[in-house]
């Protein structure tokens, strides 16, 4: 395939209810869309970082440099290009795996497109349903998180996760545990913790959570591990593994015991699948993390949660969680369950005038 054009579209998609972490406080997503198109097929992807650079170094506009300036011209200069190839054309530039993610994943949907192959199927999918959690911000009060937890499983989530940080810890996950008994629960400090914390946060051993993700900073495996060594509670990593090299690290660390897989962060979905695969082997078991992606993203994680692998439920909620409308048909849950995509490549497209009507700008690099 030979790519003679890339579309990067920013829209803007207020999100239903606030949605706080311990590094800010999300109300809108603004999102930035990849089209490419080739004479064969064209691919959509959704490039997961945010507008600020909280949660990982990168940020919407600084993709937006980095594609204009080298990815895309590099990529374009090909006569052929596959998704193996992105990576491999990309390599050189260090870092930037969010921006080479959604690049990769646009190729691969117009490979996959022009092939009549849905991604679930490339990917080694085994099931046709995943079950679902979904990750519960910060609040202001008990009550107002019991309120949330309530209506999340009402809506039949299988699994919650509560967003932790110093000072909204143990209270919180006491009260959801006495209020909803036995339920699926386990907390996201995203790094707000230091080793020094280990005494306060071993005392969430008592409620038997599922597991504790990434409660020390991005780049500590050697303190994660220690503190592994002090908790009950599995140690699961999300911003610490942004590669499969990393998962191996933390795997021979013993600094995790779960890892939360996000195609974004690591790269993209062949990365991701690396990561399962290498997780799958040495018995780790993972799960799909979230960015509150549109459908669009949300497609292709649904896809990878389908892996054998995939033993937990991910933060892979359905399309109302986040939106009132979403950019595609929304993603409904049913059981507990979103259904897989069938379709070829991520199997879901942009409804033309919801894209629109959401739209910010578009650029078009050809
Ligand atoms: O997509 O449901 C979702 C959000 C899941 O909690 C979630 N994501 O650290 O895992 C995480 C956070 C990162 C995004 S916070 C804006
Ligand atoms: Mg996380």
């Not at 490339?122 to 019991?146: K, N, T, Y």
């Not at 209506?151 to 959801?176: F, H, M, N, Q, T």
């Not at 070829?344 to 050809?366: F, H, Q, R, Y």
Request: net charge negative.
């Amino acid at each position: 395939m030979k790519i003679t054009g890339v579309e990067l579209r920013r829209v803007a998609m207020p999100l239903v209810a606030p949605f706080r972490t311990s590094f800010g406080t999300e109300y809108e997503r603004d999102v930035l869309l990849v089209r490419v198109v080739t004479p064969e097929a064209e691919g959509w992807a959704e490039c997961v970082a945010m507008e600020q650079p909280l949660y990982s170094s990168e940020y919407a506009d600084g993709v937006t440099d980095v594609y204009r300036r080298f990815m895309i011209p590099w990529l374009m200069a090909l006569p052929s290009i596959d998704a193996y190839g992105v990576a491999r054309t990309l390599g050189p530039i260090k870092g930037h795996r969010m921006a080479k993610a959604a690049l990769e994943t646009a190729v691969l949907d117009a490979q996959l497109r022009a092939a009549g192959e849905p991604l679930a199927r490339f990917l080694g999918a085994s099931r046709e349903r995943v079950p679902c959690g979904v990750s519960v911000g910060i609040m202001d009060s008990i009550p107002q998180l019991l309120e949330a937890v309530d209506a999340y499983l009402a809506a039949g989530y299988v699994r919650i996760k509560l967003k932790i940080e110093p000072g909204w810890d143990v209270d919180p996950v006491r009260a959801v545990r006495e209020r909803f008994g036995d339920i699926l629960l386990q907390v996201d400090a995203n790094a707000a913790y230091s080793l020094a914390d280990a005494p306060q946060l071993a005392r969430l051993d008592e409620f038997g959570l599922l597991l504790i993700e990434q409660p020390l900073a991005d780049d500590d495996l050697v303190q994660h591990a220690e503190l592994a060594k002090r908790l009950k509670t599995p140690l699961c990593l999300d911003e610490s593994i942004e590669s499969a090299a990393h998962a191996a690290a933390a795997i021979s660390l013993r600094a995790c015991s779960i890892v939360n897989i996000k195609p974004g962060r690591v790269g993209g979905y062949l990365e991701a699948r690396r990561i399962h695969d290498l997780c799958r082997a040495h018995g780790v078991a993972v799960w799909c993390g979230g960015m509150l992606e549109t459908g669009i993203g949300r497609a292709a994680n649904v896809a990878l949660a389908a892996l054998p692998g995939f033993t937990l439920p991910g933060d892979t909620s359905a399309s109302r969680r986040y939106y009132a409308t979403d950019l595609t048909a929304p993603f409904v849950l049913r059981d507990g369950q979103l259904d897989v995509p069938t379709g070829p490549g991520i199997g879901v497209d942009p409804i033309p005038d919801v894209l629109d009507a959401i739209t910010t700008s578009i650029e078009w690099i050809k």
